[in-house]
């Protein structure tokens, strides 16, 4: 007699690990689910797969609660998993249903699992929506799905027996649908976040780009000369000063020099102030087609520009002042007064590379001073002498 018992204890203990494994297999496929995840029915119906996979579930489905409503928010069933099946099984198939109707209801309201064990004679059950000609369930399963004490939805489990659900079903789903809740609001959490970010980070890239279309506006207004588009003088004087340091500290050569229209008064008196304005903006574009781009080319006055030449010492510095003496005289205009030409008188410093020069320690605001009167005295001598010339004081 002892025998046949040992066996059916042992029976029965085997079959109680065989449901713990499942349970356990259940909650460590749903724990593997990664968040935040863009579409909740994915998240949901991977879920699912956990159920039909690990735990013997013949039906599955979730209903989401939004206001007073039940929406089917994602179903499979063993043979869509399987990939036999035509589609989702009919059992639950209606869009949503009301909260104070059905079993999926009850268990909302109550916050506890509902179990239908036989569904063709459970009067919970009845409550369907008119022209619902889906199959009844032999018995039905439904516990809500909650996170911080609010109910989400329901997770339904359904069969075609009746009586199929147990004791093991009863303890494992509650745990189930905790574990789901809080995935659900995790991963709606996260989403949210990541929406937020995201939006915050387009309002900040907006904002970005808007100050720096701003930013250089402003620095355009500030560092350029409206009428010629060349730099003006505030920026010629910061940026020839770290020019210079930077030629000083690295042993470099640069050229500073000043230019002037010969007789620009004259022009404007004959041929008027808007005849002026345009010798001025093409004496510009005439002086820049003769520059390099690391050069540093300003309107510094009214009539008067100033260049520093980057890498360049006095030999090389003779050479483009003919080539910039040369492009002016090459400008003609035809006016209602006659033809008009234009010359200029160009003075110019060179800071070579020898022994001579100063320091890397040397005052620059003072050595950007001397440099500029030296040209700047050199233009005036080239105007004293006729204009149309090159007047250099580099000193030997």
């Known amino acids: 007699m002892k025998q046949p018992t040992l066996a059916k204890d042992l029976q029965q203990m085997t079959g109680i690990f065989?449901?713990?494994?499942?349970?356990?297999?259940?909650?460590?496929?749903?724990?593997?689910?990664?968040?935040?995840?863009e579409k909740e029915d994915a998240l949901l119906r991977q879920a699912l797969t956990a159920l039909l996979e690990h735990y013997g579930i013949e039906r599955c489905s979730v209903f989401l609660l939004k206001e007073d409503q039940l929406i089917n928010a994602a179903g499979?069933?063993?043979q869509e998993w399987q990939g036999d099946g035509p589609g989702p099984s009919p059992g639950l198939a209606s869009s949503s249903y009301p909260v104070l109707e059905t079993l999926m209801g009850l268990a909302v309201r109550s916050g506890e699992p509902q179990l239908c064990a036989d569904c063709s004679c459970d009067p919970r059950f009845a409550p369907l929506p008119k022209g619902n000609k889906a199959p009844l369930p032999g018995s039905l399963l439904s516990a809500p799905v909650s996170a911080g004490g609010r109910v989400l939805g329901v997770l339904n489990l359904s069969h075609p027996d009746s009586n199929h659900f147990g004791d093991w079903h009863l303890r494992l789903i509650p745990?189930?649908?905790?574990?789901?809740?809080?995935m659900l609001a995790g991963n709606r959490l996260l989403k949210g976040l990541e929406d937020e970010v995201a939006a915050r980070t387009r309002?900040?890239?907006?904002?970005?780009s808007e100050t720096r279309l701003l930013k250089e506006h402003y620095r355009n207004l500030s560092m350029v000369d409206e009428l010629t588009g060349l730099y003006n003088r505030r920026y010629f004087f910061v940026e020839s000063r770290l020019t210079l340091g930077r030629a000083?500290?690295?042993?470099?050569?640069?050229?500073?020099?000043?230019?002037?229209?010969?007789?620009?008064k004259r022009i404007n008196d004959r041929y008027g102030h808007a005849q002026g304005d345009i010798v001025l903006r093409d004496l510009g574009l005439a002086l820049q087609s003769q520059l390099r781009d690391t050069d540093i080319l300003a309107r510094v006055g009214g009539e008067e520009f100033a260049i520093v030449l980057t890498d360049t010492g006095q030999e090389g510095a003779l050479e483009a002042g003919q080539r910039l003496l040369q492009a002016v005289r090459g400008l003609h205009w035809q006016t209602p007064d006659g033809p008009l030409t234009a010359k200029i008188s160009l003075g110019m410093v060179s800071l070579g590379s020898g022994e001579a020069r100063p320091e890397s320690n040397t005052n620059l605001d003072a050595l950007q001073d001397l440099l500029y009167?030296?040209?700047?005295?050199?233009?005036?001598?080239?105007?004293?002498?006729?204009?149309d010339r090159l007047e250099d004081v580099t000193p030997s």
């Open 248 to 264: 000083l500290r690295y042993r470099h050569e640069l050229t500073l020099m000043v230019l002037d229209i010969d007789r620009f």
């Open 76 to 78: 499979l069933d063993w």
């Open 175 to 182: 745990l189930f649908c905790s574990f789901l809740g809080q």
């Open 373 to 387: 009167s030296q040209a700047d005295s050199a233009m005036y001598t080239a105007k004293k002498a006729g204009g």
């Open 203 to 208: 309002q900040l890239e907006s904002v970005l």
């Open 18 to 37: 065989e449901k713990l494994l499942e349970s356990l297999s259940t909650l460590s496929g749903l724990s593997a689910i990664e968040l935040p995840q």
